[in-house]
């Protein structure tokens, strides 16, 4: 049974930092790609990143490239996204998403979602 479970999220005062883990059962992260996905209220699913079934990342927001850092353990079959600096309008349900290989930016290309996890960045 594939499952896909995000753990780590919470309340954070701007300038902060939380790491949010995406935890994996019923495949390996050897064939898989795993994006990051957030979505704030009234808002549409945006991608964050992503990082393939080879390593390869991409970050699909210019803007968090120096703030967001996105890693993968094989081992444990979890790919976990830490935020730092974190600003208010980083505040949304935070995503992973599981599709075979290749990392792709349109959330519609992936097949399976874990339920979210709540990131508030707030005084």
């Known amino acids: 049974q594939v499952q896909l479970v995000e753990s780590g999220g919470g309340l954070v005062q701007p300038g902060g930092s939380l790491r949010v883990s995406c935890a994996a059962s019923g495949f390996t992260l050897d064939y898989t790609a795993i994006g990051w996905f957030r979505q704030a209220p009234g808002k549409e699913r945006e991608a964050v990143s992503c990082?393939?079934?080879?390593?390869?990342?991409?970050y699909s927001v210019d803007s968090l490239k120096g703030r967001f850092t996105i890693s993968r353990d094989n081992a444990n079959n979890t790919v976990y996204l830490q935020m730092n600096s974190l600003k208010p309008e980083d505040t949304a349900v935070y995503y992973c998403a599981s599709r075979d290989y290749y990392c792709k930016r349109d959330p519609t290309m992936y097949k399976y979602w874990g339920q979210g996890t709540q990131v508030t960045v707030s005084l």
């Open positions: 990082i393939s079934n080879s390593g390869k990342i991409s």
